[in-house]
């Protein structure tokens, strides 16, 4: 039934008041007047009448799109900006018209499809499935919460055209988002997002037919997921063990998400027998009760501050953490030799910088190190794993835009045998071919294994770390998020991006800026802006990198690509092959990078007041 006229004019009204943008309007009039919407439109009448503009303007000014880790953002049940059942549904029916469109109608054709444990996700995942039945798919469904890695494993493992995985990683317990993989079982690139989203948009006018899960179960187009997925997968994980050490004693906490079928399950097949779940986030829970914040994100210091206590009370030796969707790992450890027993939680890139040098000398040690090896990072990742992997002889790919796809697609392109590891600044770590992802079960492997070896030879991490900062340098970062939410802040992230691109800061706290790096226009550009701008190759994204008179120095700046945040990337290093102390190296390197760090603050400050 088409809404009375009244509200219509209603909605028009507010567009011209400048209640609600003339996008949103004309979302709103196709969900007030168009068949497939007729579900929703109780609800959109009700926001309507209860004048919650900004909502609505909010949830329809755009259509959500495939960001650095596929279409993420938060839950509203009206809203074409938004998750909602409506949105989930056209995901799921974009990609099925996508493999059809590519394969033929009359291909074959399958899909596995696993999720966390946030609100609405075992409800989207079955969704996802009865759209993609309906679609002709053959359909693998985890009916209980499984992790992101163990998805790319099963894309592979099951020979798949595609993968969905319902999770908003890390996110605030308001979000939802559909991760989408490709038959390699890494997360879709373009042209296929391009594709999607062009089937996304073209399904959004249409009524989305369904198969009812039980016919589905009942005639075999939806499959539940098996056991022997997960055994396949641990195996995978255990299978990319360095070191047979195993004497340690470890906290653990899946932050109320899905890691304890991943990360946990790997630890005790690989033969790390203490290892204590931590009891108070061990429940799988959308609402992250028992986090500081209720955000599940290892990049926050405070979602390790429950399992630090629990260490310290137990005498355990290290304490790993992982995010709901288990593909990120935070790790814990203790100060060394500090006499009230104070532990410290590693940022992105320490984690990344130790895990990588331990694979390289391990593999080194056990005589497996190979000419075509090779690691990957990204252009915002510490420049450290340059350094590292130069003395060791191994090539670097660093020339990567943000996103674990990228990392996973250079891999295909490289050859995936040479394949050493890969990591991120954002707490996302691979070893192995199992997946084209970030592991937290692998990269938790890893850093206990890591742990356990040093242990063994009466070292601390901190000190592995300190030795390797006098081989390489001393090598800081810095991470400034702002979080701007709403049509509103998507405004402001990008007045922000143009202040940096077209009229940025001479100098930081001090340091001089020489150069940017657009990786939009393709251009290098001299900051003084004498000098004729220079061709800049691909890759391209909305990123910025300035650098700096002193090398090592840099910052770059981007847009969140899955969060409404604008990101500063500080990057610092000083040489430490003199005779200075390594104590005193450090806080000069932190100087410079809380001199950045404010001066960035302040122009942001005077950006956003003009
Ligand atoms: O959130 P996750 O764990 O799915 O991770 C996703 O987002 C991260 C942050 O991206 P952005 O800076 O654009 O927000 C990326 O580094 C990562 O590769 C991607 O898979
Ligand atoms: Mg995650």
């Not at 567009?15 to 007047?33: C, D, F, M, V």
């Not at 104070?342 to 040098?357: F, P, Q, S, Y």
């Amino acid at each position: 039934m088409p809404p009375a006229n009244d509200v219509l004019e209603r909605l028009a009204q507010a567009e011209s008041e400048g209640l609600i943008s003339a996008s949103a309007a004309a979302n709103i009039r196709r969900w007030l007047t168009e068949p497939p919407f007729e579900k929703y439109r109780p609800r959109l009448l009700e926001d309507i009448e209860a004048g919650r503009w900004k909502t609505l303007d909010d949830a329809f000014y755009a259509v959500l799109e495939f960001g650095t880790g596929g279409r993420r953002g938060k839950m509203y049940p009206v809203g074409t900006n938004v998750l909602n059942e409506r949105t989930m549904a056209e995901s799921a029916r974009g990609l099925a018209d996508y493999i059809i469109k590519r394969k033929g109608i009359d291909s074959s054709r399958s899909c596995v499809i696993a999720r966390d444990t946030r609100h609405n996700s075992p409800e989207f995942a079955q969704l996802c499935a009865r759209v993609l039945a309906a679609a002709g798919f053959k359909v693998y469904l985890f009916a209980e919460p499984r992790s992101t890695p163990l998805l790319s494993f099963a894309v592979r493992h099951l020979k798949c055209d595609a993968g969905i995985m319902i999770t908003a990683s890390h996110n605030a317990p308001s979000d939802n988002g559909f991760k989408c993989y490709a038959a390699n079982g890494g997360q879709v690139i373009p042209p296929d997002d391009e594709g999607i989203i062009d089937c996304v948009r073209e399904a959004s006018d249409r009524e989305i037919p369904e198969t009812p899960f039980e016919k589905g179960i009942a005639d075999g187009s939806i499959v539940l997921g098996g056991a022997d997925v997960d055994d396949g997968y641990i195996a995978a994980v255990v299978g990319e063990s360095v070191s047979p050490a195993r004497d340690l004693s470890i906290v653990y906490t899946p932050m109320h998400g899905v890691g304890e079928t991943s990360v946990a399950a790997a630890l005790s097949k690989a033969g790390f027998t203490q290892v204590n779940i931590l009891a108070s986030q061990r429940t799988p829970d959308g609402d992250f009760p028992n986090i500081p914040g209720h955000v599940s994100n290892p990049e926050i210091p405070k979602t390790l501050e429950a399992s630090i206590a629990e260490a310290k009370a137990t005498g355990a030796e290290l304490v790993l953490g992982s995010d709901p969707d288990a593909d990120r790992i935070g790790v814990a450890v203790p100060v060394s030799g500090d006499p009230k027993g104070a532990w410290t939680t590693l940022d992105g890139n320490k984690i990344g910088a130790l895990l990588a040098a331990f694979v390289m000398k391990q593999t080194k040690a056990m005589g497996r190190l190979r000419s075509d090896h090779y690691l990957v990072t990204t252009m915002v990742t510490t420049q450290m794993a340059r350094a590292l992997a130069q003395r060791e002889g191994v090539r670097v790919e660093d020339d990567l835009l943000v996103g674990f796809k990228w990392i996973g697609q250079r891999i295909d392109e490289m050859g995936p045998a040479g394949f050493l590891f890969g990591f991120e600044e954002s707490h996302g770590y691979l070893k192995g071919t199992h997946v084209r992802d970030k592991d937290a079960a692998v990269a938790a492997l890893l850093f206990a294994e890591l742990a356990a070896t040093v242990k063994d030879r009466k070292q601390t991490i901190l000190e592995y770390l300190d030795d390797l900062y006098r081989d390489v340098g001393h090598f800081a970062e810095t991470l400034i998020n702002k979080t701007l939410e709403g049509r509103e802040g998507a405004t402001q992230i990008k007045t922000l991006m143009t202040a940096f691109r077209e009229n940025p800061p001479r100098q930081l706290g001090g340091v001089e800026l020489a150069e940017v790096y657009d990786y939009k226009t393709h251009e290098i550009r001299s900051v003084s802006g004498t000098e004729k701008p220079r061709p800049l190759p691909q890759p391209s994204g909305d990123l910025l990198i300035f650098h700096t008179q002193e090398p090592g120095t840099r910052v770059a700046v981007r847009p969140s690509g899955t969060e409404p945040k604008i990101k500063f990337y500080l990057f610092a290093r000083t040489d430490t092959s003199g005779t200075e102390p390594l104590e005193r190296i450090k806080e000069k390197t932190f100087q410079r990078l809380d001199g950045i760090s404010k001066a960035i603050e302040q122009y942001i400050q005077d950006v956003l007041k003009t």
